[in-house]
């Protein structure tokens, strides 16, 4: 762990920052939505339904992959500039096009809607003949799961960055001191997101046998309360038939530590997904 990394999570713990994650995804600011002005952002908006698909290009010539991004923050807040500063960096190192799902949130919307939703963006992202890689933090994994569950075939990797598995129960009493996350809170919308779906509350995203034929990267910080969750992921990616899992699994780093772009971690984590992603897409 390095020394910036040690004074961010001091910090953090300072500031109290997992009761002010938890208010943000109970009671999350719906007026602003960074995509509002696209032209700021340099992306064009594609309309789908109560959601946008937020695509730029980077001027590469013929870029032969893009990635399909699915951001985090429990599915209730929406997409904040930290997120779009490291996806936009993972797609300039990585030479790829960049297609962002803003998708609609819960309450309001249901968690059937959300991988409706998904369903649609990955259909216009394939339709463009490119290599496509799926990439997610935190709740964002949970579609990005079900996408490489339902396309497996059609994908050419999946990165996931500190994923929350909401079909997962946490647990009340965890031995890890999470910075971020709150386990009730996590619960909590759990259980919203869940309620509808076509499978009802046993609906898994860890189906081994839905997860054949896959390249994947997993990051994550040995300190967050998902890591428990994180190995029954591996688990199932393990027994999975003709999948291959690269796994870095940070020492001392907090949930969603990637989007902390000043971290030595972050910026190594970053590159270990550029890279990954060029391999794959045999440079």
Do not use: C
């Not at 530590?257 to 060029?278: G, S, V, Y």
């Amino acid at each position: 762990m390095s020394l910036a990394m040690h004074a961010q999570k001091r910090d953090l713990r300072k500031k109290d920052y997992q009761k002010i994650v938890s208010f943000s995804f109970l009671h999350p600011n719906l007026k602003v939505n960074i995509f509002s002005k696209p032209d700021k952002l340099g992306v064009k908006i594609v309309r789908i339904g109560d959601g946008n698909l937020a695509i730029k290009h980077f001027h590469q010539t013929n870029s032969s992959s893009l990635i399909l991004y699915f951001h985090g923050g429990a599915f209730t807040v929406p997409m904040n500039t930290d997120q779009f500063n490291m996806i936009e960096n993972v797609a300039q190192q990585s030479e790829s096009d960049l297609y962002i799902a803003d998708f609609p949130l819960i309450p309001a919307h249901s968690g059937q809607e959300l991988l409706n939703f998904s369903e649609e963006a990955f259909k216009q992202a394939s339709s463009t003949g490119q290599k496509v890689f799926l990439l997610a933090d935190s709740a964002g994994a949970t579609l990005a799961i079900h996408l490489a569950e339902k396309y497996r075939n059609q994908i050419s990797g999946l990165i996931l960055a500190s994923p929350w598995i909401v079909s997962e129960t946490q647990p009340a009493n965890s031995t890890k001191e999470d910075l971020m996350l709150d386990p009730a809170v996590l619960n909590q919308i759990r259980d919203q997101f869940l309620v509808g779906l076509s499978d009802g509350d046993s609906f898994s995203f860890l189906d081994s046998e839905k997860l054949n034929n896959l390249k994947v990267l997993l990051i994550y910080g040995s300190e967050e309360i998902l890591a428990d969750t994180d190995q029954k992921l591996i688990s199932a990616l393990d027994n999975a038939a003709d999948t291959e899992v690269l796994i870095d699994e940070v020492k001392g780093a907090f949930h969603d530590f990637i989007l902390w772009n000043k971290l030595p971690e972050t910026k190594k984590a970053i590159k270990k997904i550029a890279d990954f992603i060029k391999y794959q897409r045999g440079v």
